[in-house]
């Protein structure tokens, strides 16, 4: 064989194999192609999945809080039918007992707060003073623990007249004290302010009372 027909032979062999390397090229590019592809559509069908999923679980949170708003409306709406029959029990019997008891019972009404603090003040409607401690620091008075309502309530130990103004201390009602009424022995009144004798242990009280 002539040395060109070997160069040739040589050639044919070096582009077999070259034709070879990029058919196999292609094929493994075509490979990646497919595989770019097939991860493309699988992501895109896990992003729908998930989209659907998500759209189908808000659309289940939507549903659930109508639900429980739906639910909490008649919940309410029965509390306040049930505190609006309290209340008129309350102002029925109209005395601080009855109207501590629904203020206790119902502490987070805030439809009837006015009212009760409008009705308490109707209650107590009369204002005198009366003396709360001794000079020597005897105290004429407990306080009453059974009512629950703003402010400071008690009972004096004994019968006490009622002034219109403190005795011995300035500012503290009428400068001319004199007696207006009596508060039975035992009977809760509501302490608004107390006044301090200079010099003594006295106190007086003005404080808001029934009939």
């Given at each position: ?20 390397v ?40 939507e ?21 609006a ?71 004096f ?11 011995g201390i ?38 808001a009372?029934?009939?």
């Amino acid at each position: 064989m002539s040395k060109i027909q070997e160069r040739i032979a040589e050639l044919d062999k070096v582009s077999k194999k070259t034709r070879t390397v990029n058919n196999i090229l292609w094929v493994f590019v075509f490979a990646l192609v497919a595989l770019a592809g097939y991860f493309a559509y699988e992501s895109s069908v896990k992003e729908k999945e998930i989209e659907k999923l998500l759209s189908l679980s808000n659309d289940a949170k939507e549903k659930l809080a109508l639900s429980e708003s739906t639910t909490q409306a008649k919940f309410d709406s029965i509390i306040r039918a049930s505190d609006a029959d309290l209340w008129q029990q309350a102002k029925k019997i109209n005395t601080l007992k009855a109207y501590s008891n629904y203020a206790q019972e119902n502490p987070y009404d805030s439809i009837h707060k006015a009212d009760l603090i409008k009705a308490v003040n109707n209650l107590l409607s009369n204002v005198g003073y009366v003396q709360y401690q001794e000079t020597n620091g005897n105290k004429l008075y407990t306080v009453n623990t059974e009512i629950h309502l703003e402010g400071e309530y008690v009972q004096f130990k004994n019968d006490k007249a009622i002034r219109n103004g403190a005795i011995g201390i300035n500012d503290c009602g009428a400068d001319n004290s004199k007696r207006i009424d009596v508060i039975n022995k035992g009977k809760t009144v509501r302490v608004n302010k107390l006044c301090e004798a200079p010099g003594s242990q006295s106190i007086w009280a003005e404080i808001a009372y029934s009939n």
